[in-house]
């Protein structure tokens, strides 16, 4: 009895994190639940060689994956899993703050220079889709905190999984969607949904004019004054 006790209490407190017997639950978009992980701090780049981090998405909903322009296994079905979602989502009006962000798993060949090609050659260069590169240290933590890779047979490398991930406006994982299901497009978009519903969290700013341009600017000016007003005397000359 007493040990018939204790296994049902093991199995009520897997089953909170959502896999009792290892079956995972389901939310009510019909997407895999997942424990509400923050998603890391991180800057990478973009295909177009500018920075894109967390801080571009704070406050929106965004669907990611994993992928590799070398991998063919995955990558291309989940792409056009993508980009139909970023057509039929781009149509929405209530969805206008949805991004859609592709991360590459393979850092060290997907540079931003293939990484713009391969979004172009796969009509996947709309302005809310976003294809990510960077440090093998900065890539990692992101795709496993977002669950979309497995490990590759290479030591230490890492291959796109067939998952999509939702993260909510908060920054927090909420759903991931197995991308081979024939219902993949409607679960992620019913995940999609259900995340724009919650509302944005409130930035609070000490001291409140911190966030002003005006204040930094008046920060800059005077620095640049006090620069240009200093004088370092010195005893020695430059000669070509």
């Not at 920075?51 to 989940?78: C, I, Q």
């Not at 992101?142 to 291959?159: E, I, Y």
């Not at 759903?175 to 999609?192: E, T, W």
């Amino acid at each position: 009895m007493h040990r018939t006790w204790n296994a049902l209490v093991l199995c009520a407190v897997v089953a909170v994190v959502g896999a009792c017997g290892g079956a995972a639950s389901e939310s009510s978009s019909g997407a895999s639940s997942v424990a509400p992980v923050a998603v890391p701090e991180f800057t990478l780049e973009d295909q177009t060689g500018q920075p894109f981090g967390l801080r571009d998405l704070h406050g929106k909903v965004w669907v990611a994956n994993a992928m590799a322009t070398r991998e063919t296994a995955s990558t291309p079905a989940v792409t056009d899993l993508m980009a139909a979602l970023v057509k039929d989502i781009a149509s929405n009006t209530a969805l206008t703050d949805v991004e859609f962000v592709s991360v590459t798993s393979d850092p060290d060949t997907d540079r931003t220079a293939l990484l713009h090609d391969y979004a172009r050659a796969h009509a996947a260069d709309q302005p809310r889709w976003h294809f990510l590169t960077g440090g093998r240290a900065s890539v990692r933590p992101l795709l496993d905190v977002l669950t979309v890779v497995t490990t590759s047979a290479s030591p230490g490398a890492l291959a796109p999984a067939r998952r999509i991930a939702v993260v909510g406006r908060d920054g927090r994982l909420r759903a991931v969607v197995d991308a081979a299901a024939s219902d993949a497009a409607s679960k992620v978009r019913a995940a999609v949904g259900e995340a724009a519903l919650a509302a944005a969290p409130v930035d609070v700013y000490v001291p409140p004019t911190v966030r002003t341009p005006e204040w930094l600017d008046g920060q800059r000016r005077q620095e640049a004054e006090a620069l240009a007003a200093s004088r370092v005397g010195h005893d020695f000359q430059f000669t070509d």
